[in-house]
């Protein structure tokens, strides 16, 4: 079975904030990456690099749910809130 994941970055400004997250996670663990290819890193140093990544994104908590419309009797909308943990 084919997998359909596409994780290809077609918006600049988003591949630019990923590869500076990347260096900052990088540098939090100790591992020297430079711009560009990277292959001669161990598993563990790429495995922790992208370890940290995980670590700083999982810190975004979401919760969805719907509730009773307060303008409208009967209607129902869907409500998300988000919540970031700063360290």
């Not at 600049?12 to 990347?22: G, L, N, V």
């Not at 990088?26 to 563990?44: C, F, I, P, W």
């Not at 990544?53 to 988000?82: P, Q």
């Amino acid at each position: 079975m084919a997998s359909n994941k596409n994780n290809q970055i077609n918006i600049p400004e988003a591949r630019e904030a990923m590869d500076k997250f990347k260096m900052e996670a990088a540098s939090e663990v100790g591992v020297n990456l430079k711009q560009g290819y990277n292959g001669d890193l161990t598993y563990r140093e790429a495995g922790s690099v992208g370890g940290q990544m995980v670590k700083k994104m999982s810190t975004i908590r979401t919760a969805n749910y719907t509730r009773a419309d307060r303008t409208a009797i009967g209607h129902e909308i869907k409500v998300r809130y988000i919540a970031t943990i700063t360290i």
